[in-house]
């Protein structure tokens, strides 16, 4: 993949079309949605040769593109040839690296791009923040840390950024933090999704907490939060392992009466 870029960026575009900076940046958002990173990548070349603007956002497209593509090692590739070019990267080129670098277990390079942006003073580094936390998987303790960075940092969290550090613990098995976690949105006076509730039993399920997990249950009720089939999915699996048979027959029951499939 790398040999790839290595190509293209050594090339001369002997095309004479001149595309339009928009145009452009709209057909390589395109190329991107059904997985057409060559073409993607052929196109950032041309304007690069041609100088066109706005080029950072071309580029965080093609990378974009080359990661849905699973060319895992091309995007990082292009993301440092960015950097190469002088191009300053913004929160979208970075979040996908970091993406990237998580798919690839390259934590500490997750680590290390985030910490990047923040000295070369990105703005919208919630969405940097919110990457790395999802990238890193079972790494709660580091997901953690970052939380407590974005509260100190004076940075608004938003529900991806508690979802994301509820789900590291869940996949860390650390029920006793993604609950604190989960209550920390409603000591903000936010009222939790159904993603963070799902998050939360699983985190109590993966510790046969079934107590703590069904406690929850008529907490989305109240809340007007819906329960679908990952909410019971994860309940009657803590019930399950448990050995709590009767209450997982009548979540089993309840699971029908809210038509969950």
Known sequence: SSSV?????????????????????????AYGRHSKWLLALELLNQAWHRKLDPCTKMASATIGACAQGQQWVLSLALFSHTLRR?????????SI?????????????????RQHS????VHDQIVIHNATISALGGKWRRAVQI????????????????????????KGQQWVAALAIFHKIQERCAAPESKAYNAAISASAKCIRWDVACSLLPQMQDAGVARDAITYSAIVSACANGAVWIMALQLFELMQQDQIR
């Open 118 to 121: 923040q000295l070369e003073n």
């Open 97 to 113: 690296a970091i993406t990237v670098c998580g798919k690839q277990r390259l934590w500490e390079e997750a680590l290390s791009l």
């Open 147 to 170: 939380l407590h960075d974005v509260f100190e940092g004076l940075i608004e969290p938003n529900h991806v950024t508690f979802n994301a550090t509820i789900n590291a613990c869940a």
């Open 86 to 94: 002088n191009v300053r990267p913004d929160a979208i080129m970075y």
């Open 5 to 29: 870029l290595g190509r293209l960026v050594s090339s001369s575009s002997s095309s004479r079309w001149t595309p339009n900076p928009k145009a452009c940046l709209s057909a390589i958002s």
